[in-house]
């Protein structure tokens, strides 16, 4: 099924306000996408999965992109159906103050660290998730450094974050020119 | 210590810590194991040793420049990241790449998916605690590795393809010798089942072990190797037909639970082992083929300032199956997201809700069988 063929079926089942906005320009949008409205993302999901005709079976990538220009934080799901072949790409526009949506653990299980990564790198709040921890960076770490406008710490526990570059620390510093004309005089002079 | 060691109440459970530097864990990886006695409650993995924000660096790099550092998202198979990249940014720009570095791009990819097939299944042995695979394995590895240094000059980090193509061109004689080799392996794959896949001794510590259903394989996400050891017949070079991989015949092998059920950990070996039979087969067509193709065609056309916009996601089979990359374009030199999704992210994923009942030694087998490499997990 092609991906405005889904969409239209989505939009007549769960009507203009919940999925809306489609884009399919082939010069811009080369996996054509809609977006959903982030409150009703697991029931249009549990729909794409077990409806028959869509079988979406897999759910291959969650991706968080930070927009601060247009104060949002974009959720894209990539989805894919083995069975049926065919694919949609979703995405859930939330608040850059305070993103937060439901989970979808419950509909695939893959969710579970792919949403944990999504939190611990964007900070995006995934609500009903049975474990939202960090991921890959330690449980102590301040902030999110996949936002824009993320700000490296100098130090982490005592670790510098930054070194010297290590060029500079081996620069030899040559002496200037009249101090080593008195150099070669001195010699002389002894 | 001593406390633990002394407890012989049958219902006290230990916490016991594996890693990070456990040599069966695959790189850098923890877990936090809660058993009572040999038989695992909980484990828990503990990721993120080698994050190293690959994402993130790809923000601030240009487009062709981000290509080595693509290398660094699983080293053990770089030409696959490199590759999954150039599909990327040619899908978002619409370039064409010629069919030689089509067909360069399958030799290589194909040659290193033996190369990590060689370290995954010769690690496994090793981990069950067989050394002698492990060095047959590794002698045939160590032929890939001279091959593909006299193509790109790298053993292990390449930066070999290009955006619209590949950077080189085969040396002179190249193809010969490869062909020698490859004529030499296939035989040399049976003989090594005979060693070790057929073992009578490693099909008892494996059949039966840890296993996991189709189904269970798609809601977790498992790709590749791990989703056909379940026996899900899905490969992308046979499915999507992206590259020129349409051109090739070789067979999907799949698990079929010969000696237990369909999905143990026996099934995710043997289809790793016979995935290095077809890859010799897709190797010996391509290399028969290529010249058919003139030479120095290797780049594309590409725009004269590589600053496009809009979104693409594409994706390749690599061995650790389906890695995608997800990259967004603002109209700069830079990419303005770019994402990598993994095999063995989505792997490791599972193994928390799998091991409740596991031995503490299949812990183990399991974690050899998903065949994780740490630096992917973490990118």
Redesign the interface.
Known sequence: MTPDAIFKLLQEKFGTETVFDFHG?P?????P?FQIAPWEIENVCEHLRSEKSLDF?????I?G??YPDDKRIVV?Y?LYS?GK?HRV?LKAYLEREDPAMPTLVNV???A???ER?CFD?LGVLFEGHPDLRR????DDWEGH??RKDYEEKEDYHGIPTIRPNPIELFKITLPSKEASKEAAKEPAKA | MSDVIFTNEMDEEMTLNMGPHHPSTHGVLRFIIQSDGEIIRKAVPDVGYLHRSIEKIGERCTYPGYMPYTDRVDYVAAMFANECWATACEKLMGIEVPKRAQYLRVISCELNRIASHMIAIGAMAMDIGATTPFMWALREREYINDFIEELCGARLTYNYHRIGGVSFDMPKGWADKVKTWVDKFVPLMEEFDRLITYNEIYIQRLANVAIITGKEAKDWGLVGPNLRGSGVKWDLRKDDGYSVYSDFEFAVPVGKGQFGAVGDCWDRFYVRSEECKESGKILQQALAKIDEHPEDDLVGKLPKKIKPEGEAYSRVESARGDMGCYVIGKGAEEPYRCRFRTGSFTAMGIIEAKSPGLFLADLVALIASFDVVAPEIDR
Do not use: G, I
Request: with cysteine; proline share 6%; charged share 30%.
């Open positions: 320009d010069a811009r949008d080369k996996d996408w079976d897999y759910l291959e990538c991706t992109v930070d894209v990539h083995y072949k790409v695939w299980s893959t579970n660290w792919q990564e790198l991921l890959l960076l330690p450094p996949l």
